[in-house]
Nanobody, 123 residues
Framework: VQLQASGGGLVQAGGSLRLSCAAS????????MGWFRQAPGKEREFVGV????????YYADSVKGRFTISRDNAKNTVYLQMNSLKPEDTAVYYC?????????????????WGQGTQVTVSS
């Protein structure tokens, strides 16, 4: 399984960005896709997750109400819509995939990782 994240960039505070994560290779309908982020000098942080089979989602409190995860089954792609961005959202954003069922917030739960895409929010 290969994951390709894209869509990062520079945006002003209050603006929006949409990240994409396209999956290729061996795929199935039973997995969860998570988004994480890592700012310089900080640990990787959970952002949100979606279960592919039923579309159920779960978000970190820090992004709840501002970020939305969705999926496109036909394209094997997951999206992270980020609205009302804040400077503290600045980080490298990673998508990750687990063959499990749980909407896990732990990075160790995920077997496959994308390469990351930089999001910078200016004040």
């Amino acid at each position: 399984v290969q994951l390709q994240a894209s869509g990062g960039g520079l945006v002003q505070a209050g603006g929006s960005l949409r990240l994409s994560c396209a999956a290729s290779g061996r795929t199935s309908s039973s997995y969860v896709m998570g988004w994480f982020r890592q700012a310089p000098g900080k640990e990787r942080e959970f952002v949100g997750v979606i279960r592919w089979s039923d579309g159920r989602t779960y978000y970190a409190d820090s992004v709840k109400g501002r970020f939305t995860i969705s999926r496109d089954n036909a394209k094997n792609t997951v999206y992270l819509q980020m609205n009302s961005l804040k400077p503290e959202d600045t980080a490298v954003y990673y998508c990750a995939r687990s063959t499990g069922w749980t909407l896990s917030t732990a990075p160790r739960y995920y077997e496959y990782w994308g390469q990351g895409t930089q999001v910078t929010v200016s004040s």
